[in-house]
Every structure is written in structure tokens, then in C-alpha cells.
């Protein structure tokens, strides 16, 4: 047990649920919620991650991609632990379950009622399934070719934070357009961390990461693109949502971020970027909670009526 929930990169969950916290609250705000959308829609994209992750390890494990070369922790296939043929059935039964977890997702958000919305989400929670698995497995993985940074942002990101709220609202609201590109652009920042780390080994066996493609020199300029333009949109988002001084307490995640800017800068050597992963998984992690929070309260008020 212990070596699949390695192989399920626990570190990884929280980053994935960011936009379902930020989708869900900001629907709570506006008098919208419904604890059985909320758990299955956590339940639905966990499951998405883990996914990729055991993908992830299956192709990059049978390709030979992860070896003695790669910087980070070894994979489960990579050290043996366990066999592809595993691997795979765990995949099998986690496309399965998460499947499962979408369908009544989509049930407890429409029920019968709108059946049009109900093959939309359909569609887009099959899209998942298979983007997640071919990430990097098969002869066309589009990780292996610099498509992973899509992915991540349309799935994380805008399908997480906008369908979640949809579900919720039957609506679109462009305001959550903000957050959700924000929260996309930190997972993509995650992924980017992960490439720029593995950049060497990835370079010699074939993967075309867009770290790979671009350098590792302008790789660092990508990062901080995507981790300062989202700190920025997550303000315009309080300031266009008429945020009182003390909601503004989401940016306490703004300074481990800034943190993790300098470490980035200031790094000459990949493997010291792994720790980083975690940081700014983390970070938005928090991000997300304190501003789903700030959606719902003041922190004044609740100083007053709780302290």
C-alpha cells in the first residue's frame, strides 16, 4: 500500500481541489451551494489527478524516460516496485471510479433537468479521463511534445474553477474568469518546475517538454510570468469584486510565492528545484482557501463575533 500511495504523489492532491474551492465558494457568495456537487466535484478531480500521476509514472516508466538521468524522487516502475502490468489496472480502475464520481457529479447538478448541460460535462469528464492517460502514454503523448502546460491550465484551471461554479449557477460569471486563469497558470507553474528540474534527462531521452523547447533560460522567464500574472489577477479579481481592506488577508500566500521567485532566480543547480514543487503547490493551495474564504466573510466580523 505504501508504494501506490507514493505512486499517487500525495503533494500533488491539494494543488488539483484549488479550483474547485475557489468555484464553489464564489457560488456560496452569491447564495448557491450544494454539499453533494462540492464532495463529488473534490471527489471527480482527484481522482483525475491521481490518474495522471499513475500515467505518468506507466509512460514515462515504459519509455524509459524516468532512469539513473532523472533528477527528482524515483518512480514507482522506475525502481520496480511496481510492475507495469499493475500499473495498468490501477489506471483501468481509476479511469473507472473517477468516471463514476463525474456521473454523479453531474446527476446531484442537473438531475433531469437539463440534459443538454448533462452531455456537455459528460463529454468534457471523458475528455479528462483520456487526457490524463495521454499525457504520456502511447506512441502521441502530447506531453512528449510540449502540450502539457494546456492541459493542466484548461483542466485545473478553467474546467475546474468555471464548470464547478456552472454546475452550481447554471451560468457563467467572466469575473471567475480572473481566478480561474490564475489558478491555472500556478498549476502550470508546478508542471513547468517539475520540466525545468527534469530538464536534462528529458532533453537526452526525447521528451519535448516546453521546458525542453524553450531552454532553461527561458523556462525561468515562463515561471515568473505565470506566478506573478496570477498573484496579479487575484488582486484585480478582489478589487473588481469590491473587497473590504481586511478581505485582502489572501495575499498572507503571496509572500512564500515571492519566496519561492527568489529561490527560482537565484538556482544554478535542477535538483534543488524539487522542493520548490512542493512550495508553490502549497502556496496556491492557500491562495485558494483564503480567498474562498474571503468570498464568504470579513475577517473583521468573525474576529468580533467568534475571538
Known amino acids: 500500500m505504501k508504494h501506490w500511495v507514493e505512486a499517487a504523489r500525495v503533494r500533488t492532491l491539494p494543488l488539483s481541489v484549488s479550483g474547485i474551492i475557489v468555484g464553489s465558494f464564489y457560488a456560496m457568495s452569491q447564495g448557491m451551494f450544494n454539499w453533494n456537487i462540492v464532495v463529488f466535484a473534490l471527489l471527480t478531480t482527484l481522482g483525475l489527478q491521481i490518474l495522471s500521476n499513475f500515467a505518468n509514472d506507466y509512460g514515462d516508466g515504459v519509455k524509459g524516460t524516468d532512469n539513473k538521468d532523472r533528477v527528482g524522487p524515483m518512480r514507482a516502475i522506475q525502481s520496480g516496485v511496481i510492475s507495469p502490468a499493475a500499473m495498468k489496472k490501477a489506471m483501468v480502475l481509476t479511469s473507472a471510479i473517477t468516471l463514476l464520481f463525474a456521473v454523479l457529479l453531474i446527476y446531484f447538478a442537473f438531475k433531469d433537468h437539463y440534459l443538454l448541460y448533462s452531455l456537455i460535462f459528460f463529454v468534457l469528464g471523458i475528455l479528462a479521463i483520456a487526457s490524463a492517460i495521454r499525457y504520456t502514454v502511447g506512441k502521441g503523448a502530447y506531453g512528449y511534445r510540449g502540450f502539457g502546460d ?4 484548461v483542466f485545473f484551471g478553467l ?7 456552472f454546475m452550481f449557477s447554471k451560468s457563467i460569471d467572466w469575473l471567475l474568469l480572473l481566478p480561474a486563469i490564475a489558478i491555472g497558470f500556478l498549476s502550470v507553474g508546478v508542471l513547468n518546475l517539475n520540466n525545468m528540474r527534469d530538464e536534462a534527462s528529458d532533453r537526452k531521452s ?4 516546453l521546458v525542453v523547447k524553450m531552454g532553461g533560460a527561458a523556462a525561468k522567464k515562463y515561471h515568473y510570468f505565470l506566478v ?20 485582502y488577508i489572501f495575499v498572507v500566500a503571496y509572500f512564500p510565492m515571492i519566496s519561492h521567485l527568489i529561490t527560482v532566480y537565484r538556482n544554478q543547480n535542477p535538483k534543488f528545484l524539487d522542493p520548490e514543487l512542493k512550495k508553490l503547490a502549497i502556496s496556491t493551495f492557500l491562495l485558494a482557501v483564503l480567498l474562498a474564504l474571503c468570498l464568504i466573510f470579513f475577517i473583521s466580523d468573525v474576529v468580533v463575533n467568534y475571538v
Open 159 to 165: 474546467v475546474s474553477t468555471f464548470g464547478v461554479y
Open 206 to 209: 526525447g521528451k519535448n517538454t
Open 150 to 153: 494546456v492541459f493542466v491550465f
Open 228 to 247: 506573478i500574472s496570477a498573484m496579479i489577477l487575484v488582486l484585480v479579481f478582489a478589487f473588481l469584486n469590491d473587497f473590504h481592506f481586511d478581505q
